[in-house]
């Protein structure tokens, strides 16, 4: 059964800069597997403006955006983004509101953001983090000891 994955920019940036190759594997067995790749169109911004910042090539970055269904930025999203309660910077609330109107038990918010990874837990929302090979930070999904490996959250 194909899952639907709501993924933020935190992913897509080891997916395509090549930083995680945990984050790359789970990547490719999502779209091996037939799965429904969503993000929001702040997904794309982010990690064109983080590639273009730096000097780097899109070519990449534009083939893995081609993947996802990109979900619109709108007024109702930004009001929608504003009445979460959760603690969560600004473009986190906008991720979290688009993946909220997919509906809680219908979509897996996929962070290596911890801060996001909370708030959108406390809404409901399942989450994981495939970047398991990051040395340096650790994204501790709440009601996990260690993070949560992309394989546990497939049905």
């Known amino acids: 059964m194909a ?5 933020d920019s935190s992913v897509v ?12 594997a789970w990547f490719d067995g999502a779209l091996a597997a037939g799965d429904s790749l969503v993000a929001s169109r702040l997904m794309a911004v982010e990690v064109v403006r983080v590639l273009r910042n730096n000097g780097l090539s899109l070519t990449t970055a534009l083939d893995v955006i081609g993947r996802f269904v990109l ?23 906008l991720h979290v509101a688009s993946a909220l109107r997919l509906g809680v038990g219908h979509v ?27 040395p340096y930070h650790a994204c501790v999904v709440p009601g996990s ?10 049905r």
């Open 71 to 93: 979900t619109s930025l709108d007024d109702a999203l930004a009001d929608e983004a504003m009445a979460i309660k959760a603690r969560l910077g600004g473009a986190d609330s």
């Open 108 to 134: 897996v918010i996929v962070t290596h953001d911890a801060q996001m990874a909370q708030g959108a837990s406390a809404l409901g929302l399942a989450v994981i983090d495939p970047v398991t090979d990051d």
């Open 3 to 7: 899952e639907c994955w709501y993924v």
């Open 145 to 154: 000891a260690t993070g949560v490996d992309a394989g546990q959250a497939r």
């Open 13 to 24: 940036l080891r997916v395509v800069r090549e930083g995680s190759p945990a984050a790359r």
